[in-house]
Structures are given as structure tokens and as C-alpha cells.
């Protein structure tokens, strides 16, 4: 498994303001993902993220809104672009491990209110 | 394309009896299956996973699933509840090419909503 951590754990913004959530591993790892848990929902793949590449967005999510770097093979940011009140969720990030068909450990998450 | 449906969206037990938590899935080729359990305010955490091996899973705290092929399921079990299974639990497919290869993308159910009576 792999140890994750996620920088804020929470935080309260105002619309049309941005924020970055930094994801921290404490392994090399290839594939890390983003997720949004919106309020009462299920997890939403936002995009994927391989070290070298640019970030693979899933229908509905898109770059200018949700920017991801991932500089390393153990650290991503999401931002979260010119936020609204719709924006509001718990944001995950996870890291897929390869030899074990990709099963996924997950950050505790950052919620996010934005007012 | 993938899915999963959970089919209760919230499951009350008293301690001590069976845990039954049910799921069926749809996907493309051989897919990899998984329960991800989340306490309130905690992050997910992996129940057990299916990989195309032994069709019965045993995970973590009691917890095994079967694959079901013909039945497309992957329902969780648990012998005897205990208070601190209370959580949402969701059943996960990560599907996979005729290859066998992962794209990694892992689809969620909606959750279902365990709750455990004294």
C-alpha cells in the first residue's frame, strides 16, 4: 500500500477565487488520480495524472477549470478554478498501484465549502 | 463501458446478525472489482478486491464478497455485524481491455449506507 496525504484538509473560499490542493505520496508511483465526492454522492473520476504527461480529463471536467500538475512520481496538485458555490465537495486524490491491476489508495480527502 | 449498481442505498442490521450488501456490475471484458469502505469523516479504505482469481474474496474485519459471472455480482457479506462496521460502503469496477491490461479508471457505485442497531 502507499501513504497519502493531502494539503488542506479542509477550507471555506469565496466564489471566484481559486485554490490548490497539493498531494503528497510517500512512494514512486505511476498513476495517481482526482476524484470529487460531492455532497451525499458518490466519487467522480475528474482526471488522471501520469508523471510526464499532460493530465487525461473525463467527460464533463476540463483543464481551465481543474488544472493539474504532477511534476514528480510522488507529488500532484488540483486547483480548482474561479470557484462557485457548485464547486463544493470533498476533492481525493488516489495512486494506483500497477502490479496489482491498478487497486487505488486514497488521500483523506480536502473538503472544500466555497460561499 | 463500465458501471455498478448497488442495489439498497441503505441497509440497517442489529450486532450480531449477517451483513448482506449488494452489487452488480456491467463491463466490457474481465473487470477488477472492489468494496472501499468510508467511516464518516475518514477517508476510503479497501475492503477486499477481485483480480480474476479465487471467485470468493476474503478482505479486512470479517468481510468476503463472491464473483459472480453469470449473475454479474459482487454482493458483500459479513457472518455478524459489529457497531463499528457502521459506515457507507462502495462497490468499485476498474475495467479492463481483452488484453487484460487496466486503464486504472475505477467506477463507483452510489454507496450504500450500513447502519448497525445494538
Known amino acids: 500500500s502507499a501513504v497519502i496525504s493531502q494539503k488542506p484538509s479542509r477550507d471555506i473560499c469565496q466564489r471566484g477565487t481559486s485554490l490548490t490542493i497539493q498531494c503528497q505520496v510517500d512512494?514512486?508511483?505511476?498513476?495517481m488520480f482526482w476524484y470529487r465526492q460531492q455532497p451525499g454522492q458518490s466519487l467522480t473520476l475528474i482526471a488522471t495524472?501520469?508523471?510526464?504527461?499532460?493530465?487525461?480529463?473525463e467527460s464533463g471536467f476540463v483543464i481551465d477549470k481543474f488544472p493539474i500538475s504532477r511534476p514528480n512520481l510522488t507529488f500532484s496538485t488540483l486547483t480548482v478554478s474561479n470557484m462557485s458555490p457548485e464547486d463544493s465537495s470533498i476533492y481525493l486524490c488516489?495512486?494506483?498501484?500497477?502490479?496489482?491491476?491498478?487497486?487505488?489508495?486514497f488521500g483523506p480527502g480536502t473538503r472544500l465549502t466555497v460561499t | 463501458a463500465q458501471s455498478v449498481t448497488q442495489l439498497d442505498s441503505h441497509v440497517s442490521v442489529s450486532e450480531g446478525t449477517p451483513v448482506l450488501l449488494r452489487c452488480n456490475y456491467s463491463?466490457?471484458?474481465?473487470?477488477?472489482l472492489f468494496w472501499y469502505v468510508q467511516h464518516p469523516n475518514k477517508g476510503l479504505q479497501l475492503l477486499l478486491k477481485?483480480?480474476?482469481?479465487?471467485?470468493l474474496v476474503k478482505g479486512i474485519n470479517g468481510f468476503e464478497a463472491e464473483f459472480k459471472k453469470s449473475e454479474t455480482s459482487f454482493h458483500l457479506t459479513k457472518p455478524s455485524a459489529h457497531m463499528s462496521d457502521a459506515a457507507e460502503y462502495f462497490c468499485?469496477?476498474?475495467?479492463?481491455?481483452?488484453?487484460?491490461?487496466?486503464?486504472?479508471?475505477?467506477?463507483f457505485g452510489q454507496g450504500t449506507i450500513l447502519t448497525v442497531h445494538p
Open positions: 495524472a501520469n508523471q510526464g504527461s499532460e493530465a487525461t480529463y
Open positions: 477481485y483480480t480474476s482469481a479465487a471467485t
Open positions: 468499485v469496477v476498474s475495467d479492463r481491455d481483452a488484453g487484460g491490461t487496466s486503464y486504472g479508471k475505477l467506477t
Open positions: 512512494s514512486q508511483v505511476t498513476m
Open positions: 488516489s495512486v494506483g498501484v500497477r502490479d496489482t491491476y491498478y487497486e487505488q489508495y
Open positions: 463491463s466490457s471484458y474481465s473487470p477488477s
